[in-house]
């Protein structure tokens, strides 16, 4: 039985994210025996193999990209191969080609048996733009990546694979995780206890400057918004150099996620001192965005 094909295609925000889960039944196209169901997909190998086709577009922003996917098989020793989209690829690849039937550009990027999921690996991040090991450019002009999983085919209920799909996660990150030893993708950045802006007890990056009201406008309310409204880019622009001190290049002022503003002060000589906050941790934070497991100190 072949599955008819599904249309669905998952956009990722352009914002600071750094992953997005799409359910195993987005799958786009599929073919031999294939099962969607809420929740999950069945790849069942048969005689000639099944597969279930993704696609995602990438955010702009994004440097580099991972994947991994949940899944299980009741049959220990089963499990899925991994393919992307080359979108340069010439002709058919000798060695890491893709299953007979398929389209050649097609190219393998690994494989789990681990019956429990699979992180993407040989390598595990891929650049967007190019520079990849054999040439390989999954990332296409409109930003589009399609990804193939295959489960492989042979003597029905003997030697063919049946697998079940239930997620994908992308993992897009702005920096380049490939070929950047510092840059330790889903580790832990730890930083001087003592270090500039980093307050560990309240788990906040805090930075504050100040803000003069224009000449005139001093005890207007359109005076003292602007007033606190210069105050807080300065700090903004604070937080990124604080930043900047173990993660170059990290951030622009207008990225930083789910900053709040913790006090606001006029000053005796009429100007507005203003503090803010940004999560280090958890959801949304620092650690977060920047593509850390967590941010502690040393």
Excluded: C
Excluded at 173 to 187: F, H, Q, T
């Amino acid at each position: 039985m072949r599955a008819a094909p599904l249309p669905f295609l998952v956009l990722v925000a352009a914002v600071a994210a750094s992953n997005l889960t799409v359910p195993a039944d987005g799958l786009v196209r599929s073919g031999g025996l294939v099962s969607a169901e809420a929740g999950g997909v069945w790849l069942t190998g048969g005689q000639t193999g099944s597969w279930a086709e993704y696609e995602v577009q990438l955010p702009s922003w994004g440097k580099s990209f991972a994947v991994d996917i949940e899944w299980w098989s009741p049959r220990p020793g089963d499990g899925i191969a991994v393919y992307l989209y080359d979108n340069g690829a010439k002709g058919p690849g000798a060695i890491l080609g893709a299953p007979g039937g398929l389209d050649f550009h097609w190219r393998l990027w690994s494989v789990s048996t681990d019956r429990y999921g699979f992180f993407s690996s040989s390598p595990e991040f891929l650049l967007t733009s190019g520079g990849n090991p054999g040439g390989l450019r999954p990332v296409d002009d409109s930003w589009r990546v399609r990804l193939l999983v295959y489960a492989d085919g042979g003597l029905p209920f003997v030697t063919d694979e049946s697998v079940h799909l239930e997620r994908v996660r992308w993992n897009v990150s702005e920096r380049d995780e490939l070929w950047s030893p510092d840059s330790p993708s889903w580790g832990s950045l730890v930083v001087p206890g003592d270090a500039s802006g980093f307050d560990f007890e309240r788990d906040l990056l805090v930075a504050s400057a100040t803000g003069r009201p224009p000449i005139g406008e001093d005890l207007t309310a359109r005076g003292r918004l602007m007033a606190i409204r210069a105050a807080t880019v300065q700090a903004l622009a604070l937080a990124v150099a604080y930043i900047g001190d173990y993660v170059p290049d990290a951030v622009k002022p207008d990225q930083l996620p789910g900053y709040s503003i913790l006090t606001r002060e006029k000053l005796a000589d009429g100007r507005w001192l203003v503090e803010i906050g940004i999560p280090l941790n958890g959801p949304g934070g620092l650690a977060d965005f920047l593509g850390y497991i967590e941010i502690r100190r040393k």
